[in-house]
């Protein structure tokens, strides 16, 4: 009998991975061209700090990790705004999967940067009040971020979902949400300059960096591995700032194709609406590929 129990494991094994690997081959899609949006807009993307000035103060380095997430929020905004008048209706219950996801996100990053990294990194500075316009940034889209997910989470069915009322929703909120995920990171490198910043090399740099690096790890897989995780990762371009970003997050390949394709197939159907392929390439938003749903 453990013999054949651990056939038959393998043997579904196999089959598992088979199918992921199935599903994993169709998130390829076209790349975008010019003459359709693709996910670098309404809203601009960020430019990290790192690859515009060459800085590697812990600040500077920060502030670029910090962009990069933003960057992947920023695709997903743009994704969901340029394709949600376009959803087809049998595509709706999937849509608005990932819109919720982008949500989720969105919500988890605010609540762990005013709990645990704005806290941690003031201490270290030694400097009150160096957050206080960011907090009032927080604010000012907040309610509406919120009125983005009471429309969704209280539609009578999924098929009721309007897309262009989605889009005056977000448009409601997006030049402080826009504004606020490109001054956060100019607030964080500019910490370099302050007169109590840590000297490099020093045992206060080097708690700084640590803060940075292990919030940087546990910000996004804390939100969710089977639905914020994959939606960040699926809307993260490898091919960003002349590709320099093209293995960040620094992890092994199967560990990141594992994220994807196995903890990402809970909710395959919602990611062929993301702006990226699962090897973190540029493709032409789905809903906008059928010229009949214009």
């Known amino acids: 009998m453990p013999g054949i129990r651990t056939a038959l494991f ?18 390829t899609t076209t790349a975008p061209t010019p003459d359709k949006p693709w996910a670098d807009a309404p809203c601009p993307l960020v430019k990290t700090p790192q690859f515009a000035t060459k800085k590697t103060d812990i600040f500077t380095l920060g502030a670029t990790h910090m962009a990069h997430i933003h960057n992947a929020i920023l695709r997903g905004y743009n994704s969901i705004y340029q394709q949600a008048p376009h959803v087809t209706h049998e595509d709706k219950p999937e849509f608005i999967g990932y819109a919720q996801a982008w949500f989720r996100f969105v919500k988890s990053h605010h609540d762990d940067e005013e709990l645990e990294l704005f806290p941690k990194v003031e201490e270290v500075l030694g400097t009150k009040g160096i957050w206080d316009e960011t907090h009032k940034e927080h604010e000012s889209f907040l309610a509406g ?4 997910n009471d429309y969704l989470s209280q539609l ?3 098929f009721d979902f309007n897309g262009t009322e989605l889009r005056r929703i ?18 964080i490198a500019a910490f370099a300059d302050l007169p109590s910043a840590p000297t490099p090399s020093s045992p206060e740099a080097d708690r700084a960096a640590a803060i940075f690096k292990a919030w940087g790890k546990k910000t996004v897989t804390k939100a969710g591995y089977t639905d914020v995780v994959p939606f960040f990762l699926l809307n993260l371009d490898t091919t960003y700032e002349d590709g320099t970003w093209a293995t960040w997050p620094p992890m092994p390949a199967p560990i990141r194709w594992g994220l994807v394709n196995i903890a990402g197939a809970y909710h395959w159907g919602w990611w062929k609406f993301a702006s990226c392929d699962s090897a973190g390439k540029p493709r032409a938003l789905y809903a906008l590929q059928f010229p009949e749903n214009k």
């Open 10 to 27: 393998v043997a579904l094994q196999a089959i598992a991975l088979a199918i992921f690997l199935q599903r994993a081959s169709k998130m």
């Open 145 to 148: 971020l919120s009125q983005f």
């Open 156 to 158: 009578p069915e999924p």
């Open 170 to 187: 977000m448009s409601s909120f997006q030049d402080a949400f826009n504004h606020h995920f490109h001054s956060e990171i100019s607030t």
